[in-house]
Every structure is written in structure tokens, then in C-alpha cells.
């Protein structure tokens, strides 16, 4: 028995018609049809709660958009730093596009559409907006997992990577031009790991310890971070080529008995502006996405 109280009968009725199709489809295991679903996240939380008291619907988690970005941000709490950054850029976007009271059943699949739209009207390039729908797309559909919502307003979005379109490719020449501009053998070392082992500058560069060099197989063991949610995927081995290691060599010579790490360069704006530097210094033509370019090169 549910208990409305006084209430216009006209109303009570509108209920029992509700949950008779809710409790109907329960019996036969099937998820109920879209007009109830519609109903049931458009009604108040006080007639929410005795449906779910009855085990007709589950209980509320949130319901404000405020509510939800809290939760959703402490549900990603173990992402890499990078990861959690993107995702409060879009926490704040949405937030400010539909206020943080906004009731989460009320945000359409049209009000989704003109927050996209205005991403690129306020000057974020293709990249950023899918980046940032696709984060919003994430968040949404982690409701509807839930149970929060029947379906997430932002599904019908496109969002995800955008493809580069830098097909600039760093000849051999290229790189042992650059290597002679470079400072120490240090620098040569960096941009050889990047260029000849396609290793990710900084996250696998900077974590790269003599250990993980095998001299006598020719081999080096690559830590991971960007890959190492993925099962199996936490490393892998990577081939020295002659000339790799020829730069590793000359590096260990310079280092001290106790120097652990291969490469200590961290400040990351002065290490594209020092590569930036080199590249005028060789004589070559430059290129965008600096260390990118040269694993890709590499690939």
C-alpha cells in the first residue's frame, strides 16, 4: 500500500495507473515503458521515496547536477592527475552552462546539444569540444548505470579523440642533425629515446632507471603510466638500436656511481623551449607537437 494522503483523486488515480505499469513490468522482467520512465523522473522526491520504500524503484543518490559532479569526481579520485584536471575543466562547463541546481531529470537532450555548441562558439578548438563532450558523456552515463536517469541527455553527442593531422615525419638525417645541436649527453639521450625507442616524454622518459637497461640482450623495460590501467599493459620491452645505444653509453659515462635515474631533465616548458632552440640550431624545419612528432616518427 502506498499512502498519498489527501490528494485530488484525479491524481491518485494518474499513480495507480503508474504503478501498476511499473509493477507489471517488475513481474515480467522487462524495463518499463518510456512514458512511465519519463514519470517516474519527473515526479518529486517525496513521491519517489515511497515508490522506492516499496521496492518499485531504487532511491535517489542526487539529484542536482552539483550533487552529482561531487560524487562523480570522488568516484574518479585514483585517475593520474591529467585525467582528474579534464575532467573538472568539463565539471566546470557544465556547471556553468546549467547551474549547479539544476535538477539532473531536466536537462535535455537539447540543452545538451546547445552546451556543445557553445563550447565552440566560446573558441575551443574541434579537439577540446569532443574532449569535453566526451567527458560529459561519461558523466551522464554513469547516471543512466545507475539507475539515475533512464537515458543520458548527451548520448546522441559526438565526442572522443580527434585524429591528428601532423603527418610531419623526422628523417634519420634530421636526428643526427638535431643530436649535434643538442647541449650534453643528456639532451641527446632524450631526444634518442623519443625518436629511436618511441618512449613518451616525460612519463616513460623520466622514470627510466639503469636497471631497466638489459646491455648484454640489446633490450630496455618501459614503465607505463598512461597504459597502466590496462591489464598486461603496466610495461613492455623495447629493442635498442645501435645508435640508442651509443647515446646510452655515452651518458653512463658521464653519470656518477650513485645516479639512478637516465634522464633528470623535468621542467616541462624549458624542456620545449631548449628543444625548440635546438631545432633552429640544426638547421632543420621545425615541427608542432615537439616530443610527439618524434615518436611518431619513430611508429
Not at 524495463?31 to 518499485?56: C, F, N, Q
Request: glycine letters at 8%; a positive charge.
Amino acid at each position: 500500500t502506498i499512502h498519498l494522503g489527501k490528494v485530488d483523486k484525479r491524481y491518485a488515480e494518474s499513480v495507480r495507473v503508474r504503478v501498476e505499469a511499473i509493477l507489471g513490468a517488475q513481474l515480467r522482467s522487462e524495463p518499463i515503458d518510456r512514458e512511465t520512465s519519463e514519470w517516474l523522473g519527473s515526479i518529486d522526491d517525496w513521491l519517489h521515496s515511497k515508490l522506492a520504500a516499496v521496492g518499485l524503484t531504487k532511491g535517489r543518490q542526487c539529484r542536482t547536477l552539483g550533487e552529482w559532479m561531487e560524487m562523480f569526481m570522488e568516484s574518479r579520485a585514483g585517475l593520474k592527475p591529467e585525467s582528474q584536471r579534464k575532467l573538472e575543466q568539463t565539471r566546470t562547463k557544465l556547471e556553468s552552462f546549467f547551474g549547479k541546481d539544476r535538477l539532473l531529470q531536466q536537462v535535455s537532450a537539447e540543452d545538451a546539444s546547445r552546451w556543445r555548441a557553445g563550447l565552440g562558439k566560446a573558441g575551443l578548438s574541434e579537439a577540446a569540444v569532443k574532449t569535453h563532450t566526451g567527458n560529459a558523456k561519461t558523466m551522464f552515463g554513469e547516471l543512466v548505470h545507475r539507475e539515475v536517469l533512464m537515458r543520458s541527455p548527451f548520448a546522441h553527442l559526438k565526442g572522443g579523440v580527434t585524429p591528428t593531422r601532423n603527418s610531419r615525419y623526422v628523417t634519420p638525417e634530421e636526428t643526427e642533425a638535431l643530436l649535434a645541436a643538442a647541449p650534453d649527453a643528456e639532451w641527446r639521450l632524450l631526444i634518442g629515446l623519443a625518436r629511436l625507442a618511441g618512449l613518451r616524454t616525460p612519463s616513460e622518459t623520466s622514470l627510466l632507471t639503469w636497471d631497466d637497461i638489459d646491455w648484454e640482450a640489446g633490450l630496455m623495460r618501459v614503465q607505463s603510466p598512461k597504459t597502466e590501467r590496462h591489464a598486461g599493459h603496466e610495461q613492455r620491452t623495447v629493442p635498442i638500436v645501435p645508435r640508442l645505444m651509443e647515446l646510452l653509453e655515452e651518458r653512463r659515462a658521464e653519470c656518477d656511481a650513485g645516479d639512478d635515474q637516465l634522464v633528470t631533465i623535468r621542467s616541462a616548458g624549458g624542456r620545449r623551449r631548449k628543444m625548440v632552440a635546438m631545432i633552429e640550431a640544426a638547421g632543420v624545419e621545425p615541427w608542432d607537437q615537439t616530443w610527439q612528432t618524434l615518436r611518431r616518427s619513430r611508429e
